[in-house]
Every structure is written in structure tokens, then in C-alpha cells.
């Protein structure tokens, strides 16, 4: 399967997903391939709309990060999360827990080259299907529990520039249109 990343302006990723209903080896091939895809644009996560598939699914393979580390506990039993990776979370639901929320720069493959800061909560919840249709409760802080955020959002049709105060925003806008518009009439000659 040959997928491409949609980039901003691409109407996909403002989709809400449907539900994955359907587990077996469709879905472990969609799996392979967007990690595929996310490892080659050096992404660390990737969500289906923006592979154009409006549906509630993601990838992600977080690397362990010296000054950002992560610590989860999966089905009740704290593991390391390299253990874990890559995830693949089908119909995920995020709560956040009692925690500080923070700002950390982000990047998005759906946004190359355009970073800036979003506030997220550092620990959250999250229940899942595994690629089993087997549900599962991960609960995580650190760089993990922040792509699973960003990559539910998109999930939900939410992006990371809806997520910014309005001043980063400002700083990036610029570029953000410049894109859209690129998008716009990519799409226009397809």
C-alpha cells in the first residue's frame, strides 16, 4: 500500500474518525505501513487522517528522551515504554490526570518545518484496542503521553494550531498560509 502524508488544507484532517469496528490483518497492514511512512518522514507518531482515512486510529514509536523522560503503566504494571513500542491505538479516549499542565514545542508531519509550543497536561489515561480489538488502559506522562494527545486530537479533527494561545500562533501564521495555499492547489491539479 502506497500512502502519502496530507499536509494542512488537505480537508481530511479536519474529519472526525470514524470507529475501527473491523480487527484482523487489514488493520496490521495499515499499521505496518503508516509506521512505515511515519519512520521515513522521522515522525514519531501519525494519525489516519493524515494518511486521507477518516477513522479513530494512530501510530507511534517514542523514542526514549534523556530530558523528557516517560514513565506508563499498562493494564496496572509500570513497564518501561520502550517495551510498548511502536503502539497502535485503535478507538483511543484520553482523560487527563491531576497534573501540571506545560508548554513544549511540537511539530506535526502534517505542518513540515513549522514547530511552536502547546500547553498539554504532562499525565494522562488512555483506553485503546490493540490491533487484537483487545482493550487496554495506559496511563503515561512525558513525551508519550504528549503524542498520544496530538495524535487524538487529529483523531478528532483537531489540530495543533488550534491548540496554541493566540500570540504563537501569530508567530507561525505566515507559514501556515503559505502552506494551506500550496495544499490548496496541489489538490486543485489532482
Known amino acids: 500500500m502506497t500512502l502519502k502524508i496530507r499536509y494542512f488544507g488537505d480537508p481530511v484532517l479536519k474529519e472526525v474518525g470514524q470507529k475501527v469496528e473491523e480487527f484482523g490483518p487489514e488493520l496490521a497492514r495499515l499499521s505496518i505501513d503508516m509506521l512505515e511512512l511515519m519512520h521515513q518522514s522521522e515522525g514519531i507518531g501519525l494519525a489516519a487522517q493524515q494518511i ?22 499498562l493494564d496496572g504494571k509500570p513497564l518501561s515504554p520502550s517495551l510498548i513500542m511502536p503502539l497502535s491505538m485503535a478507538n ?40 487484537d480489538g483487545i482493550e487496554h488502559i495506559l496511563e503515561c506522562d512525558g513525551l508519550l503521553a504528549r503524542c498520544i494527545q496530538h495524535e487524538v486530537d487529529h483523531l478528532n479533527g483537531i489540530l495543533f494550531i488550534d491548540r496554541m494561545e493566540k500570540r504563537t500562533y501569530a508567530e507561525i501564521k505566515k507559514e501556515v498560509q503559505v502552506l494551506k495555499k500550496q495544499t490548496m492547489e496541489q489538490n486543485k491539479a489532482t
Open 52 to 73: 486521507g482515512k477518516a477513522l479513530q486510529f494512530f501510530v507511534a514509536d517514542v523514542p526514549d528522551h534523556p530530558d523528557y523522560p516517560t514513565t506508563c503503566i
Open 92 to 131: 483511543p479516549v484520553v482523560k487527563p490526570l491531576p497534573s501540571d499542565e506545560y508548554y513544549y514545542e511540537e511539530g506535526c508531519l502534517s505542518f513540515p518545518g513549522i514547530n511552536a509550543d502547546v500547553a498539554r497536561p504532562e499525565r494522562i489515561l488512555v483506553t485503546y484496542k490493540d490491533l
